[in-house]
């Protein structure tokens, strides 16, 4: 009889469990496109629709392995709430990921004031939902907003998430209009540091990645969804080589495997750079599950059990399978949770 395996849970740092939704019907031939859909399906999201898509989505993030999620909310509060109580419902860890919305979008993702946004963190709060605050982008918050929430979330101590650098055009209006680019302008408003994750920076050029290596910032990756919607690839091996943190994302949930996220990186990385092993074994794990729990403010998160006798790991001796888990299996050969 094969030993079971306990390992670290794996932490899914960024997702849009409403996204699921989409899944093979999602239209448009490029990410602005894809966002008009999205927008769609965004809008007609009730506490009720949330609080059973949400459910049945938490629930197949706990079978493949995720027990905890970073939840990038910006449907508003009732929906927070709604979120927050799915999540307790299927088993998994949540943080509200919860987004400040200042401009472009729909009327109900954005704000009037950082006053009102953070009126909205107190009473999730109060309600004792494990909180980070998110400026949405630097398309969605004006400088002012990124500098209030940056100094709140420092003077707070909690994480602070940001999408930047997912697609070219975000980088080209940013540089019209702060004649900067997104990594460097959150830099400049007191948005990086140790609590900082930054969502993609997919298009991050050298001097940002200095930006978020001397500040101590994590990367979050989602490459299943990036690859999804075509926005590109991580620069893996200018990242490893600067010693920046990552974590890992499922995102829009068009799939939904810690470990497809993982080996995707690896599989980046290694195209990138002609040889094998850019990222060890050990590190891909620490990056799907510590460095997501880091980037979360959890200080405990549960483990998972794989299922040492699944028909992927027929003939794979005990030493190997770390490796093996990442190389060749899917979600499923973790144990879901009775
Ligand atoms: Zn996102």
Redesign the pocket.
Known sequence: MARPLTLPGLVNA?S?AFQRALRGRAAGSDFWAWREGMLEEAERQTAETVRALYASTYREMRAAGFTAVGE?HYLGLETAIAAAEAASEAGIALVCVYAAYARGGLPRMRQESVAAYLADLEALRARGIALAVAPHSVRACPRSWLEELGRYAREESIPLHV?AGEQPREVEECLSEHGMRPIELLADCGCLGERTTV??ATHANGAELDLLRDSGSTICV?PT?EADLGDGFLPAVRVKHRGIRLCI?S??NIRIDPLEELRQLEGIARRQDGRRKVFPTDELWEIGSANGASALGLETWADVEIDRAHRSLEGVGQEHLPAALIAGCGADVVVAPG
């Open positions: 960024h849009h990038f999408h969502v993609h989602c969804t994302g995102d829009s």
